[in-house]
């Protein structure tokens, strides 16, 4: 008997039609919106995300909240900044 195994996999085609990097569009998007509450002094519910590091570091839980609807607490973000924060993550999380 010969046992066959196949594997799916998703479609891993790029929506991303921009390349974002950190200090062009993603620090100004954190700088607004999160690091009131989540920085060295105010790290609301132990997060910090107040540079590259912090900000790389804590993006996956950071996007489910925003795409959630939590973060930020006063007002939702909308569709194109999640695009931006998923096109910066799929392209590696540059930098400049």
Do not use: R
Not at 72 to 88: A, K, Q, R, T, Y
């Amino acid at each position: 008997m010969q046992i066959i195994f196949l594997a799916c996999s998703k479609d891993k085609t790029s929506t991303c039609t921009s390349f974002p990097t950190f200090t062009q569009d993603i620090e100004q998007i954190f700088m607004s919106n999160c690091t009131p509450c989540h920085q060295t002094n105010n790290n609301y519910g132990g997060v910090i995300l107040e540079n590259h590091s912090t900000i790389s570091n804590n993006i996956n839980v950071s996007i489910s909240e925003i795409e959630a609807g939590t973060m930020p607490p006063s007002m939702p973000l909308s569709d194109s900044i999640i695009s931006l924060l998923n096109c910066w993550v799929e392209n590696g999380k540059k930098y400049d």
